[in-house]
Structure formats: C-alpha cells, structure tokens
C-alpha cells in the first residue's frame, strides 16, 4: 500500500488504531509535519515577524501589519476579503464565486482582513498597533496550544457608524465600544465547522455578525420597539399604568417596513383578564377596536417617525379600548381581577409582522423583542419583563351592579331607577347604635317603618327634575350640583377622608363646598360636569327603545357601592335621625309659640312627619300649621255647637247647673291636653296625613295618604 504524503499515512493508521481498540479523545492532536513539528510548534515557526522590516512603529497599517508580523503566512484573496492564514484554519477552503454582503444596501463593502496566528507570537502582542481604516473590520483569531481560540476585532469608522445608524433608527441602546473590546471565544473545531469550505465575503461577513450578536443588521425587515401608550399633542408616551375600560394606543415601531401590516395580541402574565381563547388555544386579552371586539389586532406601518434621520423608520398605533364588547364579560374581567391580591393584572404584547404579510419570511424579521420561554425561539413579545408590564390597576366602582339599571318613563322624559336590595331594617349596625346611644328602639322603628316610603339603603333613582337621588332618605342632588345629598357626602369626606377618596373621587366623584360633581375617572381628558350637563350625561341611552330594559350606567355604579359601604350606612341613618329632630323641631305657621313635638308624640306623628321632611321639606311647617287649623277650627265648632244645644235646653227649663256643663274651647298649649294628648294628636295625624298632598290647597307631596295609612298600618 502506498501513501502520497505523510498525512494519509497518519489518516490510515488512526483508523485502524480505532478499529482495534476503539476511538480515543485526544486533547492536543500530533500532526507532524516533514520536520518533525508538531501543528502548534509549524504555525508558531511560520507565524514569525519580518525579519528586516521594523518591529516597533507606533502604528501600522492593516496590510503592512501582515506585511510586518505574519510575512510568511499563507494568503487567501476573495472580493473584499483578505485573509493572512497563521494558524492555518482556512487550509480547507475553496474559492467559490464572489459573493458579497453589503450592510447598506449600496455597492460600497465592508474591507474584512482576518488574521490567524498562535498565541504568543508578536503579532498577538503588537495588534493594538493597528490603526483600523474607516471601511474596514480586522479581526484577529489567536488560537492556544489547546485548540482555544480567542476573536479580537477592530471597527473602522463605517462600521461603527453603521452600527450606531441602525440602533438609533430602531430606538435600541448600545455600546459599540464594549462590542469591539469584548474577547469572544471558540475553538478550532467549531470554528472550522462554521466556516465551511467556501471562502466568500458573504459568509465571513456573517459569521463576524454572528459573533458580535448583531446578525439582526442584515435581515431585510426589524421591528424594533412595542409598547402601550397615551397620545398627547401627537405625541405616543408610553405608559405603566391603566384601569380596565381605559383608551389607549398600542405602538409597534419598526424598520424599513412602511406600508406593511402587522398582527398584535395582548396577553395576561397571570391570565386574568386573558378571557378569550384563539383556535390555537392561546389565550388573549380582549379589547375593542372601533367598538368591535378582537384579540387579534392589525395595524399598518404608515406612520413616520419625526426623528428618523433615514426615512426608514415607521410606526403604527392602533387605539384600543380595554374591555370585552359584552358587559357580561366586562364583569367577568372586573371579577377575576377582584380575585388578585394586589389587585393587578400585569400584560405585554405579541407581535407578529412575518405572519401579516405573505411575503416575508420569519428568518427575514429582526425583533428586537424576547423569547416568551427564554429559548431560541422567535424574540416577538415585548413587556414581559418584571418592571415592564403594563399593569392594569383594580378600581371597584361598583362593577358589581353592571346593567342593573331600570329605564323608567316619568312623565314625557325617561331616566333610570335602581330599586335596591338592602331594607333599612336589615341595617347590621342598630344595636352598636341603640348601645351608644345615638338613637332609641322607638326611633328605630319610626326609621324603618319611614323608609318602606323612601326605599333601600342601595336605591338609587335618576328619572325626575334632580340630577339624582340616592339612599333609605332618598337625598337629592338637585340641578344645581347642590342638595341633601352632596352635604351628606361633605361630611363623610370630613370623617372619612381615605373611604372618600377610594369610594367616590377614584370612581369619578367630586365634592366641593357641598356641591357634587362628576369626572370620567378613566379619561385624561374628560373635565368636570354638574348641573344640566350632568343630569343629561347621566341619562344617556334612556329612550322609548330601552324603557323598561337593563342597561349600564357606569356614572352611579359607583353611587350603589359607596352608600352600601358600612360607615356611609351609618351615616345615612344617623342623618335620619338628626332629620327626625330637626323636622320635630320645626314650627307650625300660625302656632309658632309651640315645635311640632309638642303635638306629635307617637312613632305614628313622628314618622309622618317625617316622611313629610324628607320628601317637601319647606311645606313641613306650613302644612302642618294648616292641619292644626283645620283641628282647631274642628274642635271649636264641636264645642260651639255642643254649648248651644245647653243653652238652648235652659232656655226652656232654666237649670243653673246646665251653665256648669258648657265647655271651653280646646287649650292651644299642647301641654295642656291632659290624658286626651293621644287622642287630639291622632285626629290631627288624620287630618295631616293626606292634607300633604292636597292640591287644592297648594300641597305636593306624592302620594301623601297612600303614604300616611303605609304607616298606621305599621306603626298603629
């Protein structure tokens, strides 16, 4: 058997050496030449400096460094390449045609000299003496009598401003120094293995840009950043923070890709609000896009970025609304989001370009995202990333009582009326108040059996001439911003500051100088509305079409759960309470020398009264006086007629004692009504009861003697 060269011999013995007793790891591989050197002893004998020209210049040029330092290395000349082959790693390859990479798109190249040495000859010591031109990358590839190979570059200018060109466009962050002065390490198989057998400016290229991790600046299309926003002045800010049901945009910037779509889904890190799931059966956050629900949401790069220099740069922004269509489902979010201990949902985006157009395939797209599962797989979500979250902030403003709304017609217009589902009489915190004496069992059932008129604890109406009127007490805020119930609120926020701001200013409601008033809590632009425009804000969607229907009203949801919060309940009842006192103490006109207490002195007269004050307030004192009128003028034609008739029968048989038997007229001093105190009071009850609602005689109360038997009935 014969052998060309020493190498097939060495070839032929290993494998029989294998044969025979198995394939051994072999650290350092003895390949000996025709004098006996082993490969790291041939590449460091010929990888040796000139030996006339100068050694210790300041500076040297990429070609007369080689020329200087590596003299007697073999070297390989492609296109825009040079090659000055020490350490004999492309001993391989073969020339193939001319195939270039070009990082700007034009004819001009990037010059690519590589140098290959071992280490510890003088030309791994003297590299710093290159000065780099501006077109070219040198990279020098040392490798260690191991087989180690440490990769050393210098940029020139073009290079560097490439780089730097290309992240600025992008929006991305980076150091071109800390690239270059990095050590990057290999060895001699992987890198061999990686080279290949061609010799191309392209492939070297390639592999340099792999090296440095900056693949992405040759692939055809980059998106580069994703994120929520806010748009002010035409200007996309990003934002960390957002309420469900809240506008805002989503921004997807990219490179060199106008004119192109893109498909964007939002989803959920701890799958809260990821309510919908797609035919892949992933689940997505659902959003509205012109008032139509999607998970999949297309925009189209036709934006232009104001300050990219290379008009390359574009951008879409799609706005969004952050909700389901279906209130149904928008309670489903609210639900699950109630669930969450911090009461937070944490979301971040996917962006997907290559699948929303035809053409593009995905090893085309540079994202400059991150890998979902931190593996090799394609780098399209953004956010998802603790500190980068959009986070999506719970704010119970009563979704509970989504749709619970009646429209109710009342007269020619329509409003809305919620009826409640919390009796007064259920009230948890009686005995509390009865022990601390803030009231007594009478007054506990004049207040119960009162509210039956009134309503529940919860009930809130909208349909008349005020803006609203809410609770067992039915306060009202009238047209003007002002009423009961704004001074109720007043004086909660006084005791409560903290309860207030949870309850009412972060769902939207404002008290000032005992005025309300109401601000789209999750609308930055929205301003602060009272009065007519309230009352019409808040009527919205109430019409012929919808009387009788459940429909949202998002404005007093949060009216519902504040005056069923357990201090508001207090309150309410502790504001009964002092409203009974104060209606007691009112005076009847024409009777002024006496309160309406000293008449009234059952459950039945007080809560009658009552009744009276919550409902007509300024007739209280008028009405009553008028009832006394008609009593009193009652009373005294009874006794008139009563001492006629003894007149008349002394008359005819005169009898001294007939004159003992003529009456008085009943004592206009309540106090002096004796054991018939109950008995006058319940005739004036009588006479009251209906007479507050008596036209003919000026009265407006509602339903005033269908109220006022409501009572007797249980208070009798």
């Given amino acids: 058997m014969e052998f060309k060269t020493l190498e097939e011999l060495f070839e032929y013995n290993r494998k029989v050496h294998e044969e025979i007793f198995g394939k051994v790891q072999i650290q350092q591989e003895k390949v000996f030449d025709k004098d006996g050197m082993s490969y790291f002893e041939r590449i460091t004998a010929i990888s040796q400096p000139h030996k006339v020209f100068k050694l210790d210049w300041s500076s040297y040029g ?19 390449m040079w090659v000055y082959d020490g350490a004999e790693l492309f001993a391989n390859i073969r020339k193939s045609d001319r195939k270039t990479l070009s990082l700007s798109g034009d004819k001009d190249l990037i010059n690519l000299l590589v140098y290959t040495y071992p280490k510890g000859v ?154 919908e799931t797609a035919k892949d059966s992933r689940k997505f956050v659902p959003v509205l896009v012109d008032n139509e629900q999607v998970i999949k949401i297309k925009g189209k790069f036709d934006k232009k970025d104001a300050n990219d220099k290379t008009a390359k740069t574009y951008f879409t922004a799609i706005k969004i609304k952050l909700r389901a269509k279906k209130d149904k489902d928008l309670k489903k979010m609210y639900e699950n989001l109630d669930k ?52 999506v902030s719970f704010c119970n403003c009563g979704y509970q009582y989504i749709n619970s709304f009646n429209v109710q017609k009342y007269g020619t217009d329509y409003g809305l009326v919620y009826l409640g589902t919390k009796k007064l009489a259920h009230f948890s915190g009686w005995n509390d108040l009865i022990k601390n004496k803030k009231l007594t069992q009478d007054e506990k059932e004049i207040l119960i059996a009162m509210s039956e008129n009134e309503g529940n604890l919860d009930s809130v109406q909208a349909y008349d001439n005020q803006i609203f009127t809410a609770g067992a007490m039915q306060k009202t805020v009238n047209i003007r911003g002002g009423g009961e119930f704004p001074i109720q609120v007043q004086e909660f926020k006084k005791d409560f500051p903290k309860k207030y701001k949870t309850l009412f200013e972060d769902c939207g409601w404002i008290v000032e100088n005992n005025k309300m008033y109401y601000k789209n809590p999750i609308d930055e632009k929205a301003k602060k509305i009272t009065g007519k425009d309230l009352k019409s804000k808040i009527r919205e969607g109430c019409s012929k079409d919808t009387n009788k229907k459940k429909i949202r009203n998002a404005i007093l949801e949060p009216i519902i759960r504040a005056i069923l919060d357990k201090d508001f309940q207090d309150k309410q009842v502790i504001d009964f309470i002092v409203r009974l006192h104060k209606a007691l103490n009112k005076k009847p006109d024409g009777h002024t020398a006496y309160k309406i207490e000293d008449f009234i002195k059952s459950k039945l007269g007080k809560a009658t009264v009552l009744d009276h004050d919550v409902n007509r307030p300024n007739h209280v004192s008028k009405y009553f006086g008028k009832a006394l009128d ?56 009588d006479i009251y009861g209906p007479l507050r609602g008596d036209k003919s005689i000026g009265a407006t109360m509602t339903d005033a003697a269908n109220r006022y038997n409501k009572l007797k009935n249980k208070l009798q």
């Avoid at 809240?246 to 490179?255: D, M, N, P, R, T």
């Fill in 62 to 80: 990429s070609l007369n460094f080689a020329d200087t330092f590596l003299p007697d290395v073999n070297l390989y000349k492609s296109t825009a």
């Fill in 122 to 275: 003088l030309a791994e010591k003297k590299k710093d003496t290159l000065v780099v031109a501006k077109h070219e990358i040198c990279t020098f590839i040392e490798i260690d009598i191991d087989n180690s190979i440490d990769i050393h570059f210098k940029f020139g200018d073009d290079f560097k401003k490439f780089i730097r060109d290309y992240y600025d466009d992008i929006d991305q962050k980076i150091s071109v120094s800390s690239i270059e002065n990095k050590i990057y390490q290999t060895d001699k198989q992987e890198f061999q293995k990686r080279i290949g057998e061609s010799f191309l400016h392209y492939d070297m290229m390639q592999y340099i840009l792999e090296t440095l991790n900056l693949k992405n600046l040759v692939k055809k299309y980059t998106i580069s950043k994703a994120f929520f926003a806010r748009k002010e002045k035409n200007i996309y800010k990003l934002i960390e923070n957002i309420k469900l049901e809240e506008e805002l945009y989503i921004v997807v910037k990219g490179y060199n890709v106008n004119d192109r779509k893109v498909f964007i889904s939002i989803l959920d890190k701890n799958n809260i609000l990821d309510i």
């Fill in 340 to 391: 969450v201990k911090d009461d937070k949902a944490y979301l971040y985006l996917l962006v997907d370009f290559h699948s929303a157009n035809k053409d593009v395939k995905e090893e085309d797209v540079a994202y400059y995202g991150k890998n979902e599962d931190d593996d090799d797989s394609i780098v399209n979500y953004w956010l998802d990333i603790e500190g980068k979250y959009l986070k």
């Fill in 630 to 685: 008609t009593f009193y003028s009652k009373k005294d034609k009874e006794i008139e007629d009563e001492n006629k008739k003894i007149d008349k029968e002394n008359e005819t048989i005169p009898d001294p004692k007939l004159k003992n038997k003529k009456k008085e007229k009943i004592s206009r001093n309540p106090k002096d009504w004796g054991d018939k105190h109950s008995e006058y009071e319940k005739e004036i009850l």
